[in-house]
C-alpha cells in the first residue's frame, strides 16, 4: 500500500510540473496572464515601428512628441519602417515586444492603444482637447478647382460631410457647418492624392458624395502627405491630402482646408500588459533613449 501510495504522489508531482512548463504565466514569459486573465508586464527590448519619411503621420507624430527636435527627427535608427497604417498595424499585432503609431481612425482589434499621461485615446478625448496627440486632416489644392471637384469639397465641408467624419470616429473641422446643396448634377473625373491615414475618411466621403452625384468618378491615390502636396503643386492632381500642416513653401503654392480631426493612437501588442504611458516616455521609447519595457515599469 505505500509503495502504491508513493507512485500515486511522484505521478502526481510529476503532472503538476508538466503543467508548470506549459504555463506562461509560470514561468514569466513576455506573455504571461494573471489569474484574472489580465497580461502581465512584458520584458526585453522594446521594437519600436515608425512611419516612413513623408508620411503625414509621421511628420505630426514627432513634432507633437519631441522626437522631432530643431528641425531634427531624432526617430530610433533601429525602428521598422511601415510604408502605411496596416503594415503598422500588422508589424505591431505580430509581435508582443512592438509599438507603433498610427491614425486614432485607424485603431482596431487587433492592437491596443495605450494611454498618454493618463487619457484614453478615444474621439471624445480628442474632440476635448484632453488626448496630447492630435492633428488635423487636411486636403489642398493649387489655383482654381474644377466645378465638379469645388462641389466635392463643399460637399466634404458641409454639415454632411463633417457628420461623416464624426461616423467614423473623428472630430469635425468645422462646427454647425451648413448644408450640402448641390444638386446631383455635377460630372467628371476627380484625382485625390496623398495620406494613406486620411484615405480611410476620403473614401468614406467619396462613396457618399458619389451616392448623390453618380456621373462622378473619384480616384482616390494613397500614397504619403508629401507625395500629395507634390501632386497638387504640380497639377497631377485636383486634390491632395496631408494628416500633417502643410509646409511654408506648400502654403506658398496651395490653397488648404482642415477636413476633420485625428488623433493619433501609440498601440502595442494586445498581449502587452502596458495600459499608458507618458509622453515624455513616448519620446524616449521613439527615439531609442529607453530599450527595454522593463525600464518603463
Known sequence: MQLKS?????????????????????TGGDDATSDNGASEATTGT???????DGSGTRGAFTEITGVLEDDV??????????NG?????????????????????????????????GVEPTSETVQ?????????????????????????????????????????????????????EGDGSQTGTIAVVGSTSVTPLMEVLSEEYRA?????????????SSAGMTSAIDGTADIGM???ELKDEEKAELTSKAIAVDGIAVVVNK???????????????????VTNWEDLQ
Not at 522594446?46 to 516612413?52: K, Y
Not at 466634404?156 to 467614423?168: D, R, T, Y
Not at 448623390?212 to 504619403?224: A, F
Request: glycine share 8%.
Open 46 to 52: 522594446i521594437n519600436v515601428v515608425s512611419r516612413e
Open 128 to 180: 476635448n482637447n484632453s488626448f496630447p496627440i492630435a492633428r488635423n486632416f487636411n486636403i489642398a489644392w493649387g489655383g482654381d478647382l474644377e466645378a465638379v471637384a469645388q462641389d466635392f469639397v463643399d460637399f466634404i465641408m458641409s454639415a454632411e460631410g463633417q457628420e461623416l467624419a464624426l461616423e467614423e470616429g473623428y472630430v469635425e473641422a468645422v462646427v454647425d457647418a451648413p448644408a450640402y
Open 6 to 26: 508513493l507512485s500515486k504522489l511522484v505521478l502526481s508531482l510529476g503532472a503538476v510540473g508538466v503543467l508548470a512548463a506549459c504555463d506562461p504565466a509560470a
Open 85 to 117: 497604417t496596416e503594415g503598422v498595424i500588422s508589424t505591431v499585432s505580430q509581435d508582443p515586444n512592438a509599438i507603433g503609431y498610427i491614425s486614432l481612425g485607424s485603431l482596431n482589434d487587433n492592437v491596443k492603444g495605450v494611454a498618454i499621461d
Open 73 to 82: 527627427d531624432n526617430t530610433y535608427v533601429e525602428a521598422v519602417i511601415q
Open 212 to 224: 448623390l452625384n453618380p456621373e462622378v468618378q473619384i480616384d482616390i491615390t494613397s500614397n504619403g
Open 242 to 244: 496631408a494628416s500633417r
Open 271 to 289: 498581449n502587452n500588459g502596458i495600459e499608458g504611458l507618458t509622453l515624455e516616455q513616448v519620446k524616449q521609447i521613439f527615439t531609442g533613449e
